[in-house]
């Protein structure tokens, strides 16, 4: 499998993240259903684009379990409280990167999410990368 050049795997980055902000944040007239869980896929998803970035020549399965791993453990680090945690996660920084309250159905979204990433990923992957020019 080719590892994705890294312009690549930016642009995937960007357009993930553009609409899952633009999902949660502007007024689109989305039912509720669609905002909540629209921007938790995209989020879970923009995992699986760094993550797949970073480890860029490990396998899908393994980018897979490491980015399904790594959602679900913010998703149950929700659970945790402490007044620094809990300042942190009333700024938006803090909304957009652990969020404020735990639900299993996110995590099962998550994995939907990074999933379809995963399988979308294989076809990007199975495409011969363009000749280099010396």
């Known amino acids: 499998m080719n590892p994705r050049p890294l312009p690549r795997s930016l642009a995937l980055i ?12 502007l007024p689109l007239g989305l039912p509720p259903f669609v905002v ?7 989020w879970a998803a923009m995992i699986y ?15 897979f379990l490491i980015s399904a791993s790594l ?18 996660r009333s700024t938006l920084p803090g909304i957009l990167l652990l ?20 399988a ?3 076809k990007i992957r199975a495409r011969p990368l363009p000749p280099t020019q010396p």
């Open 14 to 25: 960007v357009l993930t993240i553009a609409p899952g902000l633009a999902a949660r944040f």
């Open 36 to 42: 909540k869980y629209a921007g938790s896929m995209l």
């Open 49 to 63: 684009w760094l993550v797949s970035t970073v480890l860029s020549r490990t396998r899908l399965p393994i980018l």
């Open 71 to 88: 959602a679900t453990a913010v998703e149950i680090f929700k659970l945790y409280r402490s007044a620094q945690i809990d300042a942190f």
């Open 99 to 118: 969020g404020k309250y735990f639900s299993a159905w996110d995590i099962a979204a998550y994995w939907i999410a990074i999933s379809i990433a995963a």
């Open 120 to 122: 979308l990923d294989s």
